[in-house]
């Protein structure tokens, strides 16, 4: 794990991803989800998503993550918000779930960790014909000058930063297709006071202060280099249907 990953982890918010838990519910407005219905969260964090999916839809969720303490604590969030989820401990690479058992698979701000063909193909292999799959992820622009790619590479333990269009290249090489997809720029200050209307009730992280001084230099130096290069980055909603 990366020292950029521990320091989330240790941090422990609820939606870190960019466009955060406003834009996921906005995106969640595209589908009507039945209660009879199958979802995945991949990549869960600390459920935030999970329970909202499960509270508002009462769909058969199931969240997974590789870490456990995120799973405790997602557990813990389920327990205090009375959501039925059902938590997986596994990995993305190699998912402990049956072929075409998903009707959504949601993937938020994870893909650009990993790699990213091996793991769109078991989500290709656990969705349902005409399935969808719902990711998040961050993009760079072609002005994104080299050795600015290189550090945020670098700080944040990424093998690559792609483009817009070579995310939906990812997706569509695997077999989905592009049902809707934008682009967004990345959230800067006034994007980020959307998510003061929809607070985290559940904390279970370190505050700031709090932080191992090595992950806090990790998180400063990600915000600094984040805001150097705000215009040369956005970030990529895609929704692709296996046909």
């Known amino acids: ?74 557990k813990a969030r389920a327990l205090q918000e009375g959501a039925e989820v059902h938590f997986v401990h596994g990995d993305m690479l190699d998912l402990p779930f049956k072929n075409q058992i998903a009707n959504l698979v949601i993937v938020e ?51 690559r930063i792609p483009s817009y269009q070579q995310w939906l290249d990812y997706f569509q090489n695997t077999g989905l297709t592009p049902f809707r997809t934008w682009q967004s720029r990345f959230p800067g200050p006034l994007e980020n006071l959307k ?18 001084p090595a992950l806090l230099g990790v998180l400063f130096r990600y915000k600094r280099v984040m805001i150097r290069n705000k215009k040369h980055l956005g970030f990529g909603t895609f929704i692709l249907v296996k046909e």
């Open 109 to 159: 701000s994870v893909l650009v960790f990993l790699p990213v063909r091996s793991v769109l193909k078991e989500c290709y292999r656990i969705l349902k014909k005409r399935g969808y799959l719902i990711c998040v992820e961050i993009f760079a622009r072609e002005s994104l000058p080299g050795k600015e790619r290189e550090e945020l590479k670098d700080v944040c333990g990424l093998p």
């Open 1 to 74: 794990m990366s020292s950029y990953l521990k320091a989330i982890t240790a941090f422990g918010g609820g939606s870190l991803h960019p466009g955060g838990f406003t834009g996921t519910r906005s995106i969640l407005r595209n589908f009507t989800v039945m209660p009879d219905e199958v979802i995945l969260d991949l990549g869960c964090g600390t459920g935030r998503t999970a329970c909202y999916l499960a509270k508002t839809y009462g769909a058969h969720v199931f969240a997974l993550d590789n870490s456990e303490i995120m799973l405790t604590r997602a």
């Open 195 to 212: 998510e003061l209307f929809v607070p985290d009730t559940c904390r279970f992280g370190l505050k700031v202060s709090a932080l191992d």
